[in-house]
């Protein structure tokens, strides 16, 4: 029977397949940049402060939920020794392709980031985790593999939607429409959309508590407000204690 991460996948692999824009690798110049100590890892039109990386060249990173041939390759050209794991056939490929033709060294894996059994406790100095907890129904478990995997002061960077994503549904009218709140937190996109598609709108009490309760303490937080009024994403940087 068809699990919830089998359906994620496959609709991953679709949107490979329709090259929508997240799943476009990094350029030439891009890596180029991250070569020449320039490294710039985007975040919905912003950018992850320098700081909250630190010195890249040497640690050991993890890419969670993280290929797709962008973030893997630039810290790779940055220096650091990469390690992406995704579900997604599609976007490991992206991965692979970037690899072979920089001749970078990049140990690149096919799992789920709810079981981080593959790596032996305190791998990594970092995990970066672009938004993709939206696809899981219990952020916790993953926050303690990162936990479990992450040595003692190593820091994970995650970003994700912010509840206001799911509390609303446009409505039309004849004065061009408007956004109306008629869904209540958590969020299960599969109880209103039967098309296949997994999504899940978390709380923040969910990803901030979770966190705290699996020893991490949060020391960077930014937003990005994108142009829909209820598209807001955050992302935060959380260390081991």
Known sequence: MKTVFDQVEQNMDRLVESQVDWTMCATPEQLQEARMGQLALHFYGQEIPAHWLGELRGKRVLCLA???GMQGPLLACAGAEVTV???SAGMLAKDREIARRENLSMRILKGNMCNLSLFEDGTFDLILNPPSL???PQPQQVF?????????GGALIMAAP??????????SDENGGYYKAVHRMPFDAREHDDSGWVEYG???????G???????TINGYMESQMEDITELYFALKA???
Do not use: Q
């Open 134 to 136: 939206m696809y899981v």
């Open 202 to 208: 978390h709380t923040m009490e969910t990803y901030l």
């Open 239 to 241: 260390v081991k204690a």
């Open 210 to 216: 979770g966190l705290i309760e699996c020893g991490f």
């Open 66 to 68: 993280g290929a797709g």
């Open 85 to 87: 794991l995704d579900l």
């Open 144 to 152: 303690r593999e990162c936990s479990r995997v992450l040595h003692k």
């Open 162 to 171: 912010c509840p206001v994503n799911y509390l609303c549904d446009f409505i």
